[in-house]
């Protein structure tokens, strides 16, 4: 046990200015820790008052390229109480090559009628360096690609399914009819259906084939993010996707999802954009003075986002369609699960900031960020 646990409180006549723990960090440390002593790895980073000098003798902890990102490390197994291995254990020997999701928002097109033609696909993703999960996407990955179009474009989809069992779409920003547009198409067959966004905002969309549970947590999801007419304040735009895994056995090093479990809604995994803590190793990055927008989707598909950036609030929180009811000075906003809300802030102050889900006990699992606001 580190010594500074076993220091004791002393009182000073002057106060005390200990030097900083770097938040990334912070969060490695207490993810790690918390592999040991489940719930004691934050308690325990923050009972750190000084840390130790970099090899350039500075302070500031470990140089960037040493730090551990928050979660598993090598060697290391995530259970939960159930008792199921979060890794994979040998990967297989053609794992596909792990690959950070990109969270920026597409450009829009020039065009007002968007075609998209897509494949739903069965196939292992390598969520981590040592997690392969038996995946069921669209576009072979975990969420499907971002969706950007603008109210009243013509979004023309099709569906053709490459998989051995049935699948479909269903998207949150269409008004179809359900029963002919989000219909399920077996092996080599095709849907294709249109729709036109009424409303701006960030809407989920799924494969809604029975049991949609299933479908969801095997990572059949993604985000459509619809822009009003009139163009919203310049800003950069980022897309996170909450999401969950539930794991069961492994087959050839590959995890298999457990439907039991996740009828059950106890996740070993929630993260943002399918990977868990990948913003942490890869941080998103901005300038001083930037207007950030965020669009959260919380797929599910059983639980919601309590969405928060530490150090800073938000300005402006969307509840319905951007740019019209949006309340501001916000610190936490609920996103429920097969919803979607829009978050902005401008950023005055440099740092290092996490995003994160409020909900510790899943912000622990995964689904923690790091927004970096260079000078």
């Known amino acids: 046990m580190p010594d500074d646990l076993h220091e004791q409180p002393t009182v000073a006549a002057a106060p005390l200015t200990p030097s900083p723990v770097p938040r990334r960090d912070f969060l490695m440390r207490a993810g790690a820790l918390t592999l040991a002593i489940p719930g004691a790895g934050a ?21 960037q390229g040493d730090a551990q990102p928050l979660g598993p490390r090598p060697g290391h197994e995530m259970t939960d109480s159930m008792g199921v291995a979060g890794t994979s254990g040998a990967l297989p020997a053609n794992a596909p090559a792990y690959h950070r999701y990109d969270p920026a928002l597409p450009p829009l097109s020039r065009e007002r009628t ?23 996407t669209f576009e072979n990955d975990i969420p499907g690609p971002i969706v950007h179009c603008r109210v009243g474009d013509t979004v023309e989809f099709t569906l053709t399914n490459e998989g051995n069992i049935p699948h479909s779409m269903d998207f949150h920003a269409a008004q179809v009819d359900p029963k002919v547009a989000f219909r399920s198409v077996v092996k080599g067959q095709s849907v294709t259906f249109r729709f036109q966004p009424k409303h701006a905002g960030a809407f989920m969309y799924h494969c809604g084939t029975a049991p ?5 947590g095997s990572g059949m999801y993604g985000a459509i ?49 399918g990977r868990p803590s990948q913003y942490i190793r890869d941080p998103i990055r901005v300038k001083v003075g930037d207007r950030v927008r965020f669009w959260v989707v919380a ?3 059983n639980h919601g986002s309590a969405f928060h950036l530490v150090g800073e609030q938000f300005d402006r929180v969307y509840l319905g369609s951007p740019p019209q009811n949006f309340i501001q000075g916000v610190q936490t906003f609920a996103v429920p699960a097969g919803g979607g809300m829009v978050f902005e802030c401008v950023c005055d102050v440099p740092g290092e900031f996490p995003f994160v889900n409020h909900s510790f006990g899943h912000g622990e699992k995964g689904s923690v960020g790091i927004l970096v606001v260079e000078p």
């Open 43 to 63: 308690m325990f980073a923050a009972c750190t008052t000084q840390e130790a000098p970099d090899a350039s003798g500075a302070a500031g902890g470990p140089a």
């Open 114 to 136: 968007l075609r998209l033609s897509w494949r739903a696909t069965e196939a292992p993703i390598r969520i981590s360096e040592d997690r392969v999960v038996n995946g069921w």
């Open 212 to 216: 949609v549970l299933m479908h969801i």
């Open 225 to 273: 993010c619809v822009s009003p007419r009139e163009p919203l304040p310049a800003a950069k735009d980022f897309v996170l996707v909450q999401s969950e895994y539930y794991f069961g056995n492994t087959i050839d090093g590959v995890l298999q999802f457990d439907y039991q479990k996740m009828l059950g809604t106890f996740p070993d995994v929630v993260c943002f954009n």
């Open 299 to 301: 797929a599910g598909p």
